[in-house]
């Protein structure tokens, strides 16, 4: 008995000890916390009447504010008043405007029309793509940048205003009246019934009612005969956590919980289950993916992995496992704040390491052996620490540097590219399908031609090692005695334009096909012609074909049994001597 009050006595001893302590750390932090906004506030009164110029308020306090907030992670962000639009036409994925995609043209000196949307007013009144604009009203556009030019056609809807523009092809100038309507851009750009009963889906955004969008394309294929999917969440950043929970219970059971929301104030923290009866839980699905893959959309892949309900395929997605609250501030303004993880149905959090402001909000995939394991529902092992690992790994053909610095815009540029999609697009009222139209060899070879006369020039990677090469071989006193090697190597890297863009020819007409199609047939075009270049498409066609394959990659993988190796009975073996099977 005297031992057991013994124990009570310092089990007493230690919670109290540790409240106090808690007590105390939490008196330090308040103090601390009431210290610095003291100091804050005096600061910017000695300034304010001190300092030799007048102060901006908003702009010296909103720094502040901002730094404050730099110091956290890249999602926590104040919009004052006159930025609040912007954040809810984040969330939402509505604006009011004329719905085509600008970009300025450094030939030009102008900003230009670059894609018309698809059944909005820029495309219904017949703007082009390469419209110069001149005027918004009785406003000049000319020599104005993207931004400004941009908060200009933007407005409330129902609004009417006259758009001048220069149209290249013709050179003439054209007035167009157009009225700025709430504009909002498909959640799903795109769907279709492919080749042997396989349906593709992409899903650009997580917007508000994104769900019932592909609830309704899945029906139609399915109605059409789909018996496998591709679900395409490659680029898509995310967006409502509770638009992500309804697309996966399309195709799991009622009553799953997939997503836990964990933070500090524990009354905020949430559980989120799949509420109503699927649609389809056996058909075969594969989900596409990216390192541009993040948030819902990486709810939506892990849950469709952690379930075992899908295949996951590309590479790793972005690990963005964080969740914002938009909270009303004094004035109109809004703090977009970061208030909790998420984890998924296996206990895992994709949330990478590190994620903080202090790294440039830089983002890293630790190695696997500073990750924890978690399960499917099959067993198979996940793990957490940054992104959705895919179950198949396929990377994307990377973008040779001729290509990007013929498709970029900037000061040094020539716009040969551009100029060139334009004089194609004059010459070509129509082009064939979408989905099977390629660039032909001939109008290669005319754009080629276009390219060698433009004056077009760019930095080749390997001239700029081997410059860095011989840096360091001078520095360390090589130079000399490989002086013939390096003269060598130096005539062998010549530059050749024709031999660039000949070597680099299927990327080129890849690239300069798929800007056409978008051009005549818009986003949903695009998707439709990339398919047939799409390398991750085809190896997911290839395992929606292969019902063995797809099964096999949703079941644990089978560690093989160590073989234990018998003597002979006619060998002796003693203990120096024995050695372990590997």
Request: net charge positive; proline share 4%.
């Amino acid at each position: 008995m005297r031992k057991l009050f013994l124990a009570f006595g310092l089990w007493v001893l230690a919670f109290g000890g540790a409240v106090m302590a808690q007590s105390t750390a939490g008196k330090d932090h308040n103090f601390k916390v009431a210290k610095n906004l003291e100091t804050f506030s005096a600061i910017y009164k000695y300034l304010d009447m001190m300092y030799v110029d007048t102060l901006n308020s908003d702009e010296v306090i909103g720094n502040g504010i901002n730094y404050m907030l730099h110091s956290l992670d890249p999602y926590t962000v104040y919009y004052p008043e006159e930025k609040v639009k912007d954040l809810d036409m984040m969330i939402s994925g509505k604006y009011a405007g004329i719905g085509a995609l600008i970009r300025y043209n450094f030939a030009q000196k102008n900003a230009v029309i670059d894609e018309p949307y698809a059944n909005m007013p820029a495309a219904e009144v017949g703007l082009k793509k390469g419209d110069v604009i001149l005027s918004i009203g009785d406003s000049s556009m000319v020599g104005k940048d993207v931004s400004y030019v941009s908060s200009h056609l933007r407005g409330d809807a129902g609004t009417t205003f006259i758009l001048t523009v220069r149209r290249p092809s013709t050179d003439k100038k054209m007035k167009f009246k157009i009225t700025r309507r709430a504009i909002q851009l498909p959640a799903v750009p795109y769907y279709g019934l492919q080749d042997g009963g396989i349906g593709y889906l992409n899903l650009n955004s997580f917007t508000t009612g994104c769900a019932k969008d592909v609830r309704r394309a899945f029906l139609d294929m399915k109605k059409q005969g789909m018996t496998s999917l591709v679900f395409d969440l490659r680029n898509n950043g995310g967006g409502s956590l509770q638009e992500a929970v309804n697309i996966v219970n399309m195709f799991v059971p009622k009553g799953l919980t997939l997503v836990k929301t964990v933070g500090k104030m524990e009354r905020a923290n949430k559980d989120y289950k799949t509420t109503v009866e699927p649609i389809d839980t056996l058909m075969p699905i594969v989900v596409l993916v990216n390192d541009e893959t993040a948030s819902a959309s990486e709810i939506t892949s892990g849950s469709l992995q952690d379930l075992d309900r899908a295949v996951v395929l590309g590479t790793r997605t972005y690990g963005k496992g964080l969740v914002q609250v938009s909270m009303d501030l004094p004035y109109n303004a809004n703090l977009k704040l970061t208030t909790s993880k998420y984890y998924i149905p296996s206990g895992r959090c994709i949330q990478t390491i590190k994620y903080k402001h202090a790294n440039g909000g830089y983002t890293e995939h630790v190695p696997d052996s500073l990750t924890s394991v978690f399960h499917t529902a099959n067993g198979r092992e996940v793990r957490d620490g940054g992104g959705i690992k895919p179950d198949v790994e396929v990377r994307p053909d990377s973008l040779p540097n001729i290509a990007f610095y013929l498709a970029s815009s900037g000061r040094d540029s020539t716009e040969v590219m551009w100029n060139w999609e334009l004089q194609y697009l004059k010459k070509h009222p129509t082009i064939g399908p979408a989905k099977t139209f390629v660039l032909s060899d001939a109008d290669f070879e005319d754009f080629k031609q276009a390219v060698l006369k433009s004056g077009f020039k760019y930095d080749r990677e390997s001239r700029k090692y081997l410059e860095n090469l011989v840096k360091l071989a001078k520095f360390e006193g090589y130079y000399d005695e490989a002086k013939p090697e390096f003269d060598a190597l130096e005539k062998k890297l010549n530059h050749n334009l024709a031999k660039d863009l000949d070597y680099n020819k299927s990327v080129l007409k890849k690239l300069l096909t798929n800007d056409l199609v978008t051009a005549y047939y818009y986003q949903k075009g695009s998707l439709e012609n990339s398919l047939q270049f799409d390398k991750q498409w085809k190896r997911a066609v290839e395992i929606l074909q292969n019902p063995a394959e797809y099964k096999k990659l949703l079941q644990p993988v089978v560690s093989q049994p160590m073989v234990k190796i018998e003597p002979a009975s006619n060998v002796s073996v003693d203990n120096k001597s024995k050695t372990k099977a590997k």
